[in-house]
């Protein structure tokens, strides 16, 4: 009987270890899934976050282009409205080359001040009144 208890008792440790480790193995197992599954979670969040910035910054680019788009049409036209004005200021002159009207020579100078606004201001700018205004000749 002693040996038989002996038997017993080595027995339940025997179960008692093995269940242990099994249910040790199981918490372990279960506590590395739902570490994989919060790190998981957390990636597509972020995934999420950025995929919703990146459309922010395409929509402020489009945003962007396109007021840059309308500056350079703006500027292109007054380009083109101040060459127009030079071009007749010069078919005024009189007949002798060297001398131009009194009001040539403003307009000439009215006209290189806006060139040079707009070449060290940039596109960014707004156009100065007097480019856009000029009589149409």
């Known amino acids: 009987m002693r040996l038989r208890t002996i038997y017993l008792i080595f027995s ?14 199981q918490g372990l197992s279960q ?7 919060g790190k ?4 597509q969040s972020q995934l999420s976050q950025f995929v919703s910035a990146s459309q922010q910054l395409a929509t402020n680019a489009n945003r962007a282009s396109k007021t840059l788009s309308v500056k350079i049409a703006a500027r292109t036209a007054a380009d083109q409205h101040s060459t127009q004005e ?13 001398e131009f009207p009194p009001d040539v020579m403003h307009q000439l ?16 700018s707004g ?8 009589e149409q000749r």
């Open 86 to 98: 030079i071009r007749y200021v010069l078919k005024t002159v009189t007949r002798n080359r060297c």
């Open 40 to 43: 998981a979670e957390s990636a």
């Open 109 to 124: 100078e009215q006209a290189r001040l806006r060139a040079n606004q707009a070449a060290t201001s940039g596109i960014g």
């Open 12 to 25: 339940v440790i025997a179960l008692v270890l093995g269940f242990s480790r099994y249910y040790y193995q």
């Open 127 to 134: 156009l100065s009144p007097s480019a856009s205004t000029g």
């Open 31 to 37: 506590g590395q899934l739902d570490c994989a599954q």
